[in-house]
């Protein structure tokens, strides 16, 4: 239990959010969310309309006085930043800065957990990625994201600030409605199955769930000093067998085709070491197969006429 203290979690409306924003208050915490639309607030979490930066911010953490401050809101498309690199800056960097700011002053001893991505490994030079790999991202949205964990360092060596990074890989889960496996689905139902690449790219799917199970680990047992933790099933499946998989529960025997194109930004190949979150007592608890079939139950579900 958590004594009644209080998360505020950013985005908590969005498809990552609303899952931490969900744990964290069924696990005893009082979640204040922030969001640009609340219509679909998870349950049991208080949330308001901010669109970040606003300078109420820093008003609403004085008032709420949060032990814990998740911050997840932000763009998240690789290939969207391809296309505006100054959009996703704003979103992403010009946010974070604003947020860490805010935070500095209206409440200094809070614990700050930032969701950051895979993409700021780009293409390793050696499987499976551990934290102390080299950055090379080769997307804007991947130097986007080195940004802002360098801001996440500067507030914990500046100002002692409690903060800390998830690196999330290949995170999917019902509800997604865009990216790789929504994406499968809808061509699926339409026929042939078109995508870009070879299908012999490699990435390490996380669901969803796991990933909030892992923001949760790290509100407890994560040092907090401006360090990175990756968030991963630790397991590399190669995109085609992911396409597969999923035709398989949507329309078997639909054809799947690759241009053999590979889109800018992409990495190759993704597999995680996640040894040091496990190390803190993380375990990713649902399989891919189980998950995909869980996504495509969902796909089905909703677009049933």
């Known amino acids: 239990m958590t004594g009644g203290k209080t998360a505020l979690v950013t985005g908590a409306c969005g498809f990552l959010g609303s899952r931490i924003a969900s744990q964290l208050a069924a696990t ?27 300078d109420a911010l820093a008003d609403v953490l004085a008032a709420e006085a949060p032990s814990l401050v998740v911050h997840t809101a932000g763009p998240a498309s690789v290939v969207g930043s391809v296309v505006d690199p100054l959009a996703d800056f704003e979103g992403s960097v010009r946010v974070h800065a604003h947020l860490l700011d805010a935070v500095r002053r209206s409440a200094p001893d809070a614990r700050v957990i930032a969701l950051s991505s895979a993409a700021v490994y780009g293409n390793p030079v050696s499987l499976p990625i551990a934290e102390n790999a080299p950055l090379a991202p080769i997307s804007p949205y991947g ?121 800018a930004g992409d990495p190759l190949r993704w597999r995680a070491d996640i040894s040091a979150i496990r190390a803190l007592g993380f375990e990713p608890s649902l399989s891919l197969d189980d998950g995909l079939a869980e996504y495509a139950a969902w796909y089905r579900d909703v677009t049933r006429t």
């Open 28 to 54: 005893g915490y009082r979640v204040v969310g922030l969001d640009r639309e609340t219509g679909r607030a998870p349950r049991g979490v208080e949330c308001r309309a901010m669109s970040l930066p606003d």
């Open 143 to 263: 130097h986007h994201k080195v940004m802002c964990e360098v801001l996440m360092r500067e507030y914990a060596d500046v100002y002692s600030m409690n903060t800390c990074v998830l690196r999330i890989f290949s995170a999917y889960g019902a509800g997604l409605r865009r990216q790789l496996l929504w994406d499968v689905c809808e061509k699926a139902s339409q026929g042939t199955v078109r995508l870009f690449g070879t299908g012999e790219e490699t990435r390490d799917f996380i669901h969803a769930d796991d990933v909030a199970r892992a923001v949760l680990v790290l509100a407890h047992a994560a040092a907090f000093e401006g360090e990175a933790y990756n968030a991963a099933a630790g397991v590399e499946t190669s995109v085609r067998e992911l396409v597969t998989t999923l035709v398989g529960e949507i329309a078997p025997g639909a054809p799947i085709e690759f241009s053999g194109e590979v889109r």
